[in-house]
């Protein structure tokens, strides 16, 4: 916990808690359970695959156009 906290400017897969822990300025993706704070509506999960690939490369072109 201690290093997601430390982290700036990064693209972090996680669950829904490490998600919660980084800073603002990270981008978090949610790619496990535990969901605590929300819903996963999964329509690229589980990350594995076709599908699971093309969803963690439309993340990271998001992550990259911001």
Same mark, same amino acid.
Do not use: W
């Given at each position: 916990? =201690? #290093? #997601?906290? /430390?982290?700036?400017? !990064?693209? =972090?897969? +996680?669950?829904?808690? *490490? %998600?919660? =822990?980084? &800073? !603002?300025?990270?981008? +978090? =993706? %949610?790619? *496990? ?6 819903? !996963?509506?999964?329509? &690229?999960?589980? $990350?594995? +695959?076709?599908?699971?690939?093309? +969803?963690?490369? /439309?993340? $990271?072109?998001?992550?990259?156009? *911001?």
């Amino acid at each position: 916990m =201690v #290093l #997601l906290k /430390e982290l700036r400017d !990064q693209l =972090v897969f +996680g669950d829904d808690i *490490s %998600c919660h =822990v980084i &800073h !603002q300025d990270n981008t +978090g =993706v %949610c790619v *496990s359970a535990p969901f605590i704070r929300r819903r !996963q509506l999964a329509t &690229h999960m589980p $990350i594995m +695959g076709e599908r699971g690939a093309d +969803g963690m490369l /439309e993340e $990271i072109y998001r992550y990259l156009e *911001s």
